[in-house]
């Protein structure tokens, strides 16, 4: 109750602000939202970009938001910001960004992963520089299991491997995926205005609108296609959500700085915050920060919300929760492993057999936080991280040496 009634107070502050916003040149904002439907769920909103184009000078900016961004949604009380697509589709995301940043948004655009790599594949792949060995699989990925094998160095992207390179993360997170996302829309850009693609544009625009869901016409995407070249030449503005990340109840969260925020978002669009907007906003910055639970930690374990700065508990193996897979054909390799995580202290969750017994290497992916207490096994092993807070995976492969 105490969330909702915080939202209605936050709630009341949109008409008041995005009407207040910074005089300056006119700008469009359009929301893009990368989403993952799967059948009877509409999917989470996991990439999220916000850009603002400035017609008159042709100069575009792109705010990235973290899907993690703790926010009040309406009727919905305090989540993460990507859960408000599954809630209420795009309207609900952008109602619900509006208010953290009090700014319209005037469109958005809707790119799922085939129509992402179709696109790519039309644009005839991206080249980019991979800047580290990108190693990582899901084998419950409801594609038949994701595979992200990507070597450092320049490579030509076709759209298969350009979803990878944007979907992939390791311990920096999704900061540190919204840091390859954002590389890779420059290097995106400058294939699309290449000489080899520019006069394609026109119809990879319309192609695009049919693989697109989104509110924007075919005229408003061919004159943004228009704009492409100026737009390259003159560079694009691209910033994160300022915030810092916390967990609670054993979830990640990303806790925006709100008065920052709007200052960013202002500047993009080539204007500045006045007197009035910079107290709307550290009022509302104050309110956000009376809502955090008491529980609250920052990724060193320090509460954030309380004025004792008492350490939470150490992480240790009990508190991981671990999945075996024999994908190996190796008899009884599953048992083996599941009891030297036993004896290492670590809970083990199942034991059972891949997808495959033919699986060449073997992984453990593990949350970002307990990489460390997973040193020293004795077997050969990639160590990943996974994103998650206290579950790991091992996929066991022809590597595994048994012990009999």
């Known amino acids: 109750m105490a969330c909702l009634a915080v939202y209605g107070w936050w709630s009341h502050q949109l008409p008041q602000t995005v009407e207040s916003e910074p ?32 017609p008159e000078t ?55 992963i085939q129509a992402f790599q179709r696109l790519i594949d039309a644009l005839g ?65 400058s294939q699309a205005v290449s000489p080899e693609i520019l006069p394609q544009l026109p119809q990879i625009v319309k192609e695009a609108q049919s693989l697109l869901k989104t509110d924007l016409s075919l005229n408003n995407m061919l004159h943004l296609a228009a704009m492409l070249p100026d737009i390259r030449e003159r560079g694009v503005n691209a910033a994160m959500l300022p915030g810092r990340p916390a967990w609670w109840n054993d979830t990640s969260y990303w806790l925006p700085d709100i008065k920052s925020a709007r200052t960013t978002l202002a500047a ?15 009022e509302l910055a104050a309110q956000y920060q009376a809502s955090l639970p008491k529980d609250l930690v920052d990724a060193d374990g320090t509460l954030i919300a309380s ?33 030297v995580l036993k004896q290492k202290g670590f809970k083990i969750a199942s034991v059972g057999n891949g997808n495959t017994r033919s699986r060449e290497q073997t992984t453990i992916s593990v949350p970002e936080r307990s990489v460390d207490l997973f040193y020293g096994m004795p077997f050969p092993c990639v160590i990943m991280t996974n994103g998650e807070k206290d579950q790991a995976t091992v996929n066991i492969g022809w590597d595994y040496e048994s012990k009999e």
């Open 23 to 54: 005089v300056g040149p006119p700008s469009h904002k359009i929301l893009v939202l990368g989403i993952d439907p799967r059948e009877d769920d509409p999917g989470r909103s996991d990439t999220m970009l916000l850009a603002t184009i400035l």
């Open 125 to 189: 792949g991206v080249s980019i520089e991979v800047e580290k060995r990108m190693y990582y699989e899901d084998p419950w990925d409801d594609n038949g299991g994701l595979v992200i094998d990507l070597y450092p160095g320049l490579q030509h992207l076709d759209g298969e491997q350009a979803i990878g390179y944007v979907r992939f993360r390791d311990n920096e997170g999704d900061i540190g995926r919204i840091g390859r996302q954002q590389k890779f829309l420059k290097a995106l850009l």
């Open 58 to 112: 042709k100069q575009a900016s792109v705010l990235s938001i973290p899907r993690d961004t703790r926010v009040a949604m309406e009727g919905r009380g305090f989540d993460k910001i990507n859960h408000a697509y599954a809630y209420g589709g795009p309207e609900l995301t952008q109602s619900t960004l509006e208010t953290l940043l009090a700014s319209k948004i005037d469109h958005y655009v809707l790119v799922d």
């Open 268 to 282: 993009q669009a080539g204007s500045s915050m006045s007197p009035a907007m910079n107290k709307a906003a550290e």
């Open 307 to 339: 004025k004792d700065l008492e350490k939470t508990k150490a992480l240790v193996p009990a508190n991981i929760t671990v999945t075996v897979l024999n994908s190996s054909g190796i008899n009884g390799a599953g048992a083996e492993v599941a009891e």
